[in-house]
């Protein structure tokens, strides 16, 4: 198996199902995390030199950092519903949180060097948008942009409905080269409804030293260390994905791969 798709384990003591750092990714900026917590379930982290932003996913759950008990937020019962909350916790700080009914929470970091408060990202801060047209359209949830405070994390979700394509045209992010391009290294959680689905998704560079096409399976993650990758949707499932994106520098200025550029300017 590819080592850019990375299977869910079964639940450890704490709920983890995925574990993925810098040293396991074998790159330098992102981490990610996903955990299904039982109702009742506590979860506490000490963020050191990282930040993070932890998405609840589905459920409800009393969340505190930085010694600020910001009480209960979240709601929805699936990734695929809208109004995504989520916590900020800076770095050299310590966040908890309590699940008040199931829930499943992602985890993403990035390093940081602790200069902002923690605060709530409710839904009425995450920005909505649907970018592309036709079978290329696609919904975006901005939960933690460019435009918003943090370090270096960048947080967005994505619905892809049935039959459509996204992050295509096909685009990449890994080259320091502002203000054309900026290096992000990128994950993608892929959930799929119904959950029997599966996601393609292709990674490949220009002179197609990495070139794979995955099959992203529900619960997956695809790691992107560099290259394009667009991902498709097949007919009857709706793919749902969270992206977490860090580099050197807090921009997302992509390059679209010239081959596939041409739609663009049809649109």
Not at 43 to 52: K, M, Y
Not at 122 to 133: A, F, I, M, S
Not at 167 to 184: A, C, F, I, Q, V
Not at 203 to 225: C, F, H, Q
Request: net charge negative; aromatic share 8%.
């Amino acid at each position: 198996m590819s080592k850019l798709l990375v299977k869910p384990s079964k639940p450890d003591n704490q709920g983890r199902i995925h574990a993925i750092t810098p040293e396991s990714a074998e790159w330098t900026y992102v981490g990610f995390e996903v955990y299904q917590l039982k109702s009742g379930q506590s979860l506490r982290q000490a963020t050191e030199g990282r930040e993070a932003c932890i998405v609840l996913l589905s459920g409800k759950a009393r969340v505190a950092a930085s010694g600020q008990d910001f009480g209960v937020i979240g709601g929805r019962t699936s990734p695929f519903e809208a109004d995504p909350w989520s916590l900020y916790a800076p770095a050299h700080s310590e966040w908890s949180l309590e699940a008040q009914t199931d829930c499943e929470i992602a985890v993403c970091t990035a390093p940081a060097e602790g200069k902002l408060p923690a605060r709530v990202i409710g839904p009425d801060q995450v920005g909505q948008e649907t970018r592309g047209q036709g079978t290329n359209t696609r919904h975006v949830r901005n939960i933690l942009p460019e435009t918003e405070p943090a370090e270096s994390l960048l947080v967005v979700e994505v619905i892809t409905p049935s039959g459509h394509w996204s992050s295509y045209p096909p685009h990449k992010h890994d080259r320091d080269m502002l203000p054309n391009e900026s290096l992000l290294e990128e994950t993608y959680y892929h959930r799929l409804n119904p959950p029997s689905g599966f996601a393609l998704q292709r990674v490949y560079t220009d002179d197609r030293s990495l070139d794979e096409t995955l099959a992203a399976a529900n619960g997956d993650v695809v790691l992107v260390p560099k290259g394009y990758h667009p991902v498709g949707a097949p007919h009857g499932y709706e793919l749902y994905y969270l992206n977490v994106m860090a580099g050197p520098k807090r921009i997302w200025k992509f390059h679209n791969d010239p081959d596939h550029e041409w739609m663009l300017a049809k649109a």
